[in-house]
């Protein structure tokens, strides 16, 4: 299972990056606000990391300017994934730019309907929002349990990125169902390795370690 980042946050993704653990960021025009920075310099410096994937989104909504605009990001650099939305509009962009050669991750998925058709016009990730769901009294992991099953039903290659991630029970339920990728937080990547017996036990074996002869 691949885990990527959800930020633009550049001091972030580089802690990650060399911790090893990363496979890929998704940005979004939210996270890429929260900065303040021009998005395509912010893309730039990501890239340069060496992260092999980096989902950079679409602001276009006619299907022609989303084309327009996915080319022109894919262009910035070979690792740019190109984010368009679940719209009718998104679909007709996502078919012509997949053609292309163009890797697109659908965004803003809330059904297995709408993955399904995802999955038809060739997106190479499909992202349906989990949290987003959870909050509005729907559990966002029966779509993922969903979108898996129907995409094994039918081979299709577009990899399920479970997204809107906002605790590690969401990473480790995606993880169990066979979702090909997890985006979160940095605070929920960091909790993915922490325990308090790993505290526990460090600090008591170095403690112990302090009443052992030394030289
Ligand atoms: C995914 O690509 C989105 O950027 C993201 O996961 C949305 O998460 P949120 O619901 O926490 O904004």
């Known amino acids: 299972m691949k885990l990527f980042l959800d930020t633009a946050s550049v001091a972030e993704i580089r802690t ?7 496979d890929g960021v998704t940005t979004n025009p939210s996270l890429v606000a929260k900065e303040g920075r021009r998005f395509e310099e912010v893309l730039r410096e990501i890239c340069d990391l060496g992260v092999p994937s980096v989902s950079a989104e679409v602001v276009a909504t006619t299907a022609d300017a ?3 605009e996915g080319r022109h990001l894919r262009g910035l650099h070979p690792a740019i994934y190109v984010k368009v939305p679940m719209t009718p509009a998104g679909l007709r962009a996502t078919k012509v730019l997949a053609a292309e050669g163009t890797r697109v991750n659908m965004t803003l998925v809330f059904s297995a309907t709408q993955a399904l058709l995802a999955a038809k016009v060739g997106a190479a990730y499909v992202s349906p929002f989990i949290g987003r769901l959870d909050d509005q009294s729907q559990v966002g992991m029966d779509l993922i349990r969903d979108i898996v099953q129907i995409y094994r039903n039918y081979r299709f290659p577009t990899q399920v ?8 029970i969401h990473v480790l339920e995606a993880a169990k169902v066979g979702a ?3 985006t979160m937080p940095f605070g929920v990547m960091e909790k993915l390795a922490q325990h308090p017996l790993t505290d526990l036990g460090l600090a008591r074996f170095l403690k112990d370690w ?6």
Not at 16 to 22: A, C, D, P, V
Not at 161 to 168: I, Q, Y
Not at 210 to 215: F, Q
């Open 16 to 22: 990650m990056w060399e911790t090893g653990i990363l």
């Open 66 to 68: 989303m084309v327009a």
């Open 161 to 168: 990125l479970v997204a809107s991630v906002r605790h590690p």
């Open 180 to 182: 090909d990728i997890a």
């Open 210 to 215: 302090e009443k052992v002869p030394k030289g």
